[in-house]
């Protein structure tokens, strides 16, 4: 089943299911937020108080989804600066948010 046919598919699915709205509104937010800090991170590498203060985002929840992003292959760590670990966005992810 390509994507076009997949996406479809769930669409309808959850047409007819009903998909709770918490959970639409969450997903929703958390797409918001990797999209917030893809954004300053395709900018320059940057550490966490940095982009806390580029972003406006919560400390705690920026570093976690930094981590996230890290694991799953969105971000890497450039160097250290200041103490602090400084992150940029991996290339082929940096095409994806400039598009």
């Known amino acids: ?30 797409r918001a937020t990797l999209k917030v800090i893809a954004e300053a991170l395709g900018k320059e590498p940057m550490t966490v108080p940095q ?27 450039r160097e250290e600066v200041e103490g602090y670990l400084s992150y940029t966005l991996i290339e082929k992810q940096q095409e994806q948010v400039h598009e």
Not at 15 to 30: I, N, Y
Not at 52 to 59: H, I, K, P, Q, W
């Open 1 to 30: 089943m390509d994507k076009v046919k997949a996406k479809e598919f769930l669409r309808s699915l959850l047409k007819s299911r009903g998909a709770p709205k918490e959970l639409l509104a969450r997903q929703k937010a958390h």
């Open 51 to 77: 982009l806390v203060e580029a972003t406006g985002l919560d400390s705690k929840d920026l570093f976690w989804h930094v981590n996230a992003m890290r694991k799953y292959g969105q971000v890497e760590i």
